[in-house]
């Protein structure tokens, strides 16, 4: 079942953070002002994160796809999912109409939306971080001949970290 | 067990090349960002380099409870409509596209104004405040922390 459902869950998975990634890296002012907005942060951590923040998702979406330290990256992935769900979390029960900030700067995205698809997404990320946990990727009864390119990846990011 | 281990060494190789990465992206940029700056007192220095003055909140009180600066408010319709300082004149940013000049027929060019809109990262006041000098206003302020930090200190607001 984890072998089936690796690679599309990577594939949709790291697709989600390469996007956000690449649309923060491309207006970074924007998310800077994003995440000022949250009122969250120190005023010193605005631009460091607003730069570190988008290579991180766009580095992790991209091993996702590539299949390189994929647990490393799913862990990431669903860490940063988590943070961003506490800032929403935060902003809703503050009552603070501000911009999501999730795709790039601005957008008019109610909150509480953003909170459940980053809960949906977040139940996406354990899926691929339980398939890529590394131990056996298929079942004892799978024959050799039924071994893949896909298994053996599995297999052997389980033994780093 | 194995399943449910942290895989430290790739999380902290991954945060190495995203920060190496931001950084060399940062610099090969037109206008890369400050790596270590604090964001507000930045947001007052390109105010000030607008020729623009910048006051605090408790400054901004002074100023309001003297009466002697008219507040424009420069957001949009329906946030100003959702609370403001009392008082205060809506002039949406968008309108200095759009004939400010006739908004402004009622308001003498040596009224001395004080422009905010809703926080620090928002540029609408700064750039309203630049418009309206070059129109000719000369005491222009720029409340940056804005209308979120005005409310959220209680201070007097109205919804129309």
Not at chain 1, 64 to 92: D, I, P, Q, S, T
Not at chain 1, 111 to 138: E, F, K, T
Not at chain 2, 31 to 54: S, V
Not at chain 2, 93 to 107: H, K, N, P, Q
Request: glycine share 12%.
């Amino acid at each position: 079942m984890k072998a089936y459902l690796d690679m599309p869950a990577r594939f949709v998975f790291g697709l989600v953070f390469v996007y956000a990634g690449a649309a923060k890296i491309a207006q970074p002012a924007a998310f800077a002002a994003d995440i000022f907005q949250y009122q969250l942060l120190s005023d010193w951590l605005i631009y460091p994160a607003a730069l570190f923040l988008p290579w991180l998702e766009a580095v992790c979406g991209l091993c996702l796809w590539a299949g390189a330290f994929k647990r490393g990256a799913a862990a990431l992935c669903n860490l940063l999912l988590a943070v961003f769900m506490a800032a929403l979390a935060v902003n809703v029960w503050r009552g603070n109409d501000v911009a999501c900030g999730c795709f790039g700067g601005g957008g008019g995205e109610d909150l509480r939306m953003a909170l459940i698809r980053d809960g949906a997404l977040l139940a996406l990320g354990l899926v691929v971080q339980y398939c890529a946990g590394g131990g056996q990727s298929r079942p004892k009864t799978a024959g050799p001949s039924g071994s893949s390119g896909l298994s053996g990846q599995t297999g052997e990011s389980g033994q780093s970290g | 067990m194995s399943r449910l281990s942290i895989p430290w060494l790739e999380m902290a190789f991954l945060c190495l090349l995203a920060a190496g990465l931001a950084y060399a992206g940062n610099l090969l940029r037109p206008e890369p960002l400050p790596l270590w700056a604090d964001y507000f007192q930045t947001k007052i220095a390109e105010t000030r380099a607008k020729g623009l003055g910048a006051v605090s909140i408790a400054e901004a009180k002074r100023l309001y409870d003297a009466k002697s600066f008219l507040f424009i408010d420069a957001r949009e319709p329906d946030e100003f409509a959702g609370g403001h300082l009392p008082g205060a004149r809506n002039i949406p940013f968008e309108t200095a596209y759009a004939g400010l000049d006739s908004v402004l027929d009622y308001i003498p060019k040596r009224q001395a104004l004080v422009v905010y809109c809703s926080n620090a990262a928002c540029p609408k006041s700064r750039d309203l405040g630049e418009q309206l000098k070059f129109l000719g206003y000369r005491d222009i302020l720029i409340m940056s922390e804005g209308y979120d930090a005005w409310a959220a200190k209680g201070l007097p607001t109205e919804a129309k």
